[in-house]
């Protein structure tokens, strides 16, 4: 059984950093580029980022472009969005997901997803 953990979020101050995990089991981790999503009350899960299976590469939505980083450790089979110069905007439920090989912002490409953590920024 696939299982995708999220932990990190939490309750921080506009300008703070936060940096959430995402650890997969049941599935072969370095296989899988992975993503992060978010979801505010009342609106569509959004894409935030992603990374490719090796970590070679990685995409990121505007809206966070230059204050978020993706990164990977298949070492330690763990995912990380490494959030910086937080806003009230950024304030959501953060999901990370799984997805075989290639790597997408398409929210629909995903095969795995996570509970969700949540992110709250005061402003």
């Known amino acids: 059984q696939v299982q995708l953990v999220e932990s990190g979020g939490g309750l921080v101050q506009a300008g703070d950093s936060l940096r959430l995990s995402c650890a997969p089991s049941?599935?072969?981790?370095?296989?899988?580029?992975m993503g992060w999503f978010r979801q505010a009350p009342g609106k569509e899960r959004e894409f935030v980022a992603a990374?490719?299976?090796?970590?070679?590469?990685?995409i990121y939505a505007e809206s966070v472009r230059g204050r978020f980083t993706i990164s990977r450790d298949n070492a330690k089979n763990t995912v990380y969005l490494q959030m910086n110069s937080l806003k009230a905007e950024d304030t959501a439920v953060y999901y990370c997901?799984?997805?075989?090989?290639?790597?997408?912002?398409?929210?629909?490409?995903?095969?795995?997803w996570g509970q969700g953590t949540q992110v709250t920024v005061s402003s």
């Open positions: 997901a799984a997805k075989y090989r290639v790597y997408s912002d398409n929210y629909y490409s995903y095969d795995y």
């Open positions: 049941g599935l072969t981790f370095s296989n899988y580029a």
């Open positions: 990374i490719s299976w090796r970590g070679g590469s990685t």
